[in-house]
């Protein structure tokens, strides 16, 4: 069963997301600080971090940071507001998905599901399996492993970086909204926040482009969406 | 809508007032411009100076009208005897053709002028008969003696005759 | 204003009744004061002129004396008119028929003057002759007696003399008081021009302040000059503008603080709804198996939970809409696609009439028309009978969405608050669904959404068969918000 580790000030607030996590099938582990979640890191092996961003002390997006500098560990942000300063940072500083409080169980639990999907065990992967390596200029992108390598040496991509690159990567030169992106990669319906999108496209670009303000891999068409290539 | 309607009322009455006044002028100084005709303005007495001459009453239109007579030796007035015997003489012949006439017979003269004694007045005294003289003829005599007298514009004029004597009588004309 | 109003406006300003008043003023008394020295002087020219010539007349006649014959011939008369003619002075001399022709101007002799001059008197009157005034002077010659009295000799003389110059000098004079009124007249206007300024310039500003003072500026102030009334009204306006200034700060204020308590506790208020939601599916799965009224306890607590939620939410909402502070987040959607998911989240899709033509792109924030058209839909269903429809159709500029349902429709009475805050219909009707924001959100939501200068609208209305019609309408290409703050 997933580990999750909860990091929430709040006390009943950290107390009734750990229950009902937990009555879910999750196992929970629930720290205050952000420094105490990281050390638990240190020591527990997880499968996703739930992290609210408000925190006394190390603030979310630090520490959100220094998860993203460790690994590759999936990281769903909890906000009291969702106005544009603290997703946008949150998103920037590598989160892969936010919720905002007060949010229902089962609707954070779909979004741990949802991000599990994307790391791998039973990681969905778009279209028919085709085996091997695949070049796409200086990337080469091996599906059956869930690695990406540029000019040879691996890219370390957070889980939902990686599923966005894979999901534009299976269709080149084919425009994807942001709509469709967000329903394939975060699975959040039509009508989910498309800031997710260009946020995860800023990330990526930065990690696999040369030239991040000029991008080749991952280009934006105005109007439409975003494409890989053409080259 | 009253508001209106009082302001409106009240533009107009200004307005007319403002006509008024300003036909009131209009009409003031067309009116009186100009040199305009005028009533008879009566001043002084008549312009009057002295006669040369002998001066005696004839008869004009009905009317007593005087005529002068110029004297012999010259200018200067001539005595009253002298003057009805000129009156009695009668008209020129340039006299007569202007129209001028006179009922005094020539019988009268000579006559004498006197001042009255019973009362003020001149006495006329004349040779012949005066009763049945006119009363054209008598005040021709008694016109002709005050004119030629001084001093006795409107004294009664007593005639004399030889048939008797005509109550005074002043000279008709002033 | 109309012609006639402007004309009307002009004709009884100040200005003009200044310059009535002046105008009049002067015109007035250069009349008076002219017509008074007018007629004096005419009076005094003509006097003059008729006392000379009469004396004239009677200074010759003097010489004529002494007479030494009457009555005279024609000839006599002839050469007396002609001695006592010149070239201003036409003399006429008769005695009884007689008349002297010599200068043919016996015919303008009055009947009036005659019987004057027979009285024994100068007489002498003004007459037009041919269009020019002249001078009738007459006398009789008499005979003076050494007592005073006198005689007529029945000589009546008469002279006809010109007076054309006088004529001219007397015109003059009225030209001159033309020009005298004319220039006073000149005068009093630039003078009542000068008044009328000094007096408007002042009311102008204070109307102009007014004015502006009206459309908002409460910053407005007036210069005080002087000490007159005017710089009292002035006085007295910045006075004025100076208190509504800080009354209505005070007020803005006061809203501004209500605004953002309400603001801040509904923050406050999601911590701990924060702590019961994430626990509410828990109540709810163990709802059925809680012993007695405990299960009924834990489902009330639950479902009033999840109100209490969307009441917090959408109190937060409105509070970033009232501080200006709600952003779009911008993208491409196809907007039947956008709606076909909204109804496809809430399971309406097969309750739900659509005409949803494809391919219409617009740019708006998705989330913002999910949360309209839900809200919208829903109202129909709850409010309405079904079947509840849904319509797109697209401008060049603009999108249009329609939500109708069969229902009773909305009463004349409730259609201008339908968009209230907390605004419910039917009084009786529990609060048994929604926080009575929902439509007050959604045109915000609407209005949120801006194009040139124009911005998306929400209306309602009923449709002609007695249903209920909410009709959205979007801007296709809608701007950043830079400051998208819009106090309702």
Not at chain 2, 73 to 89: C, D, R
Not at chain 3, 63 to 90: F, I, N, T
Not at chain 3, 151 to 164: A, C, F, H, T
Not at chain 3, 297 to 309: G, K
Request: charged share 20%; hydrophobic share 40%.
């Amino acid at each position: 069963m997933p580990q999750v580790l909860l990091i929430e000030d709040h006390q009943t607030v950290r107390d009734g997301l750990q229950l009902a996590l937990t009555r879910q099938g999750h196992t929970v582990v629930a720290v205050e600080t952000g420094e105490q979640g990281l050390e638990r890191l240190r020591t527990t092996a997880s499968d996703v971090v739930v992290l609210d961003l408000m925190l006394p002390g190390m603030d979310g997006f630090e520490v959100c940071r220094r998860i993203r500098q460790q690994g590759d560990l999936p990281i769903i942000m909890l906000t009291a507001r969702n106005d544009d300063m603290d997703v946008v940072a949150g998103l920037e500083a590598g989160a892969d998905d936010y919720v905002v409080k007060p949010v229902q169980a089962r609707v954070l639990e779909a979004r741990i599901r949802a991000v599990l999907r994307r790391t791998g065990g039973d990681a969905r992967r778009p279209g028919p399996e085709r085996p091997g390596l695949h070049q796409h200029g200086a990337l080469t992108i091996d599906r059956a492993a869930l690695v990406v390598s540029k000019d040879g040496s691996p890219v370390s991509l957070a889980p939902t970086e990686l599923r966005l690159l894979l999901e534009l990567a299976h269709t080149p030169g084919q425009v994807l909204s942001r709509q469709q992106l967000l329903e394939a990669v975060w699975e959040h319906g039509y009508l989910g926040d498309s800031r997710l999108v260009d946020a995860c496209v800023q990330r990526l670009r930065a990690k696999i482009e040369d030239e991040p303000s000029a991008p080749v891999y991952i280009q934006t068409v105005r109007g439409f969406g975003y494409r890989f290539g053409p080259l | 809508m009253i508001r209106a309607c009082r302001r409106r009322t009240a533009l107009r009455r200004r307005v007319a007032r403002t006509l008024l006044a300003g036909g009131l002028l209009l009409t003031l100084f067309t009116a009186g411009c100009g040199v305009r005709p005028s009533d008879v303005i009566t001043g002084r007495a008549a312009v009057t100076g002295p006669s040369a001459g002998a001066g005696l009453y004839l008869i004009s239109h009905g009317e007593l009208a005087l005529v002068l007579r110029a004297t012999k030796p010259g200018p200067g007035p001539s005595s009253p005897t002298e003057t009805l015997a000129l009156l009695a003489a009668g008209p020129t012949p340039s006299e007569r053709s202007a129209g001028l006439s006179s009922e005094v017979p020539p019988g009268v003269a000579p006559a004498q002028v006197t001042p009255s004694v019973d009362e003020p007045g001149i006495t006329v005294t004349m040779s012949g008969a005066v009763l049945p003289l006119s009363t054209v003829a008598a005040n021709q005599i008694i016109c002709t003696v005050v004119f030629a007298v001084s001093g006795q514009g409107s004294a009664p004029v007593t005639i004399v005759g030889s048939d008797g004597t005509r109550p005074p009588w002043p000279c008709p004309l002033e | 204003m109309t012609p006639w109003h402007w004309a009307r406006a002009m004709a009884l300003g100040l200005r003009v009744r200044l310059l009535l008043a002046f105008a009049l003023l002067g015109v007035t008394t250069t009349a008076v004061v002219a017509s008074g020295s007018y007629f004096q002087a005419r009076t005094v020219i003509l006097q003059q002129a008729q006392d000379a010539a009469v004396a004239s007349l009677t200074d010759q006649l003097s010489k004529v004396y002494p007479v030494v014959s009457l009555p005279p011939s024609q000839e006599e008369l002839e050469v007396l008119a002609q001695r006592l003619s010149d070239r201003e002075v036409d003399a006429v001399v008769h005695y009884g028929d007689l008349w002297s022709h010599g200068t043919g101007a016996a015919d303008v002799l009055t009947p009036e003057l005659q019987r004057e001059v027979a009285g024994g008197r100068v007489a002498w009157q003004r007459v037009n002759r041919y269009g020019t005034p002249v001078l009738l002077i007459g006398t009789q010659l008499r005979f003076e007696r050494s007592d005073g009295t006198s005689v007529p000799s029945g000589v009546e003389v008469y002279s006809v003399r010109s007076l054309v110059t006088e004529q001219q000098s007397v015109d003059r004079l009225a030209e001159l008081a033309w020009v005298t009124g004319g220039l006073s007249l000149v005068l009093a206007v630039l003078l009542a021009l000068l008044a009328a300024q000094g007096v408007l310039r002042p009311v102008r500003e204070l109307g102009r302040a007014a004015r502006k003072l009206g459309e908002g500026d409460l910053s407005t102030r007036l210069t005080v000059r002087g000490v007159d009334e005017l710089a009292d009204v002035a006085r007295t306006f910045n006075d004025t503008a100076g208190t509504l200034e800080r009354q209505v700060g005070e007020l803005r204020r006061m809203e501004a603080d209500a605004r953002r308590f309400v603001a801040d506790v509904s923050h406050e208020l999601r911590t701990p709804l924060a702590a019961m939601t994430a626990v509410t599916d828990v109540l709810d799965e163990e709802a059925d198996r809680l012993p007695g009224d405990a299960g009924q306890a834990a489902r009330l607590v639950s479902q009033e939970t999840q109100n209490l939620t969307q009441l917090v939410n959408d109190l937060i909402e409105v509070s970033r809409f009232d501080s200006g502070t709600a952003r779009l987040a911008l993208d491409e959607v196809d907007v039947a696609a956008a709606v076909n998911a909204t109804l496809r989240l809430r399971r309406w899709a097969d309750r739900v009439h659509t005409d949803l033509p494809s391919g219409v792109i617009a740019r708006l924030d998705p989330r913002r028309l999910d949360v309209i058209v839900a809200n919208l839909v829903g109202n129909a269903f709850r409010h309405g009978t079904e079947p509840v429809s849904v319509r797109l159709r697209a401008e060049p500029d603009w999108i249009t969405i329609e939500v109708a349902d069969q229902g009773p429709g909305l009463d004349p009475e409730v259609l201008p608050h339908v968009f209230d805050r907390f605004y419910k219909a039917d009084t009786a009707r529990t609060r048994s669904e929604g926080s009575g924001l929902g439509l007050a959100i959604a045109w915000e939501n609407a209005r949120l959404h801006r194009h040139g200068g124009q911005s998306g609208s929400l209306v309602a209305g009923n449709t002609p068969d007695c249903g209920a019609v909410f009709t959205l309408r979007l801007p296709r290409a809608a701007s950043e918000t830079v400051d998208a703050g819009g106090v309702r």
